[in-house]
């Protein structure tokens, strides 16, 4: 499946994203109007990821958010009651809609290969469809709060864990040689997480998602299989 293709499938546009936060937030978000809460929370999103990229989230003053996303400090304060809350909502929906989605791409699997198709190329796709999210999270991990740090360990985590689990059913089937699981589902995910961190890097390149996840697939079934005949350019199991 190309890029191109997911994102016809997958619909993870900031609008979407916006919409679930405003979904998920109503009793706290003091503006009604859906139309306007989306709208807005676009921009605030859009100036949280970008100052965060130049500054830092933790050196951000709710002054500079004002400024870059246009809107009053009154008006930030509608939406959200401080910068715990507000990172709370940026990493949640990220979270969330990424979850979801790797979650039902990865289920709709039959095969264990199949299943680690799905979860390499739909997890490389959801970061380039997401990449300014997804860099956040990871840079900004140690800087958040307590609470919001032991969830982003946590997704980190289950994220290995999916892998670890997928290798060892097909380990168990004898589909995968016999490695060392949750080292390899490590090194899948350092894999995965390069393309969002040094994104700039395989753009000076001009390496597309698609080459870059193709590869990748290429290096774990190289690693992986043991005997077995797959295609590493589908995310239809063989």
Not at 52 to 64: E, L, P, Y
Not at 76 to 83: D, I, N, R, T
Not at 201 to 226: D, G, H, I, S
Request: hydrophobic letters at 35%; a positive charge.
């Amino acid at each position: 499946m190309t890029y191109a293709e997911f994102s016809k499938l997958i619909q993870v546009s900031k609008k979407d994203i916006c919409r679930e936060t405003f979904a998920e937030n109503r009793k706290t978000i003091r503006i009604k109007k859906e139309k306007t809460v989306v709208k807005n929370l676009e921009k605030i999103f859009g100036a949280v990821l970008k100052i965060s990229n130049q500054k830092g989230f933790q050196a951000m003053t709710m002054r500079d958010l004002s400024q870059e996303s246009g809107l009053s400090m009154g008006a930030l304060y509608a939406y959200f009651s401080g910068k715990d809350e507000l990172v709370e909502m940026l990493q949640h929906q990220r979270r969330s809609i990424s979850g979801r989605i790797i979650n039902e791409t990865v289920n709709a699997q039959k095969t264990p290969w199949g299943k680690l198709k799905a979860a390499i190329y739909t997890h490389l796709y959801l970061s380039e469809a997401m990449q300014p999210w997804f860099y956040f999270s990871f840079m900004e991990a140690k800087n958040l709060n307590k609470e919001e740090r032991k969830k982003a360990v946590l997704s980190e985590q289950n994220s290995e864990k999916m892998f670890t689990e997928i290798i060892k059913e097909g380990q168990a089937e004898g589909v995968f040689s016999d490695c060392h699981g949750e080292l390899a589902a490590g090194q899948i995910k350092a894999l995965l997480q390069d393309w969002y961190l040094k994104h700039s890097k395989y753009t000076k390149r001009n390496v597309t998602v698609e080459q870059y996840a193709k590869l990748t697939l290429e290096f774990v079934e190289a690693f992986l299989m043991n005997g077995a005949k797959a295609s590493s350019t589908s995310l239809t199991p063989s």
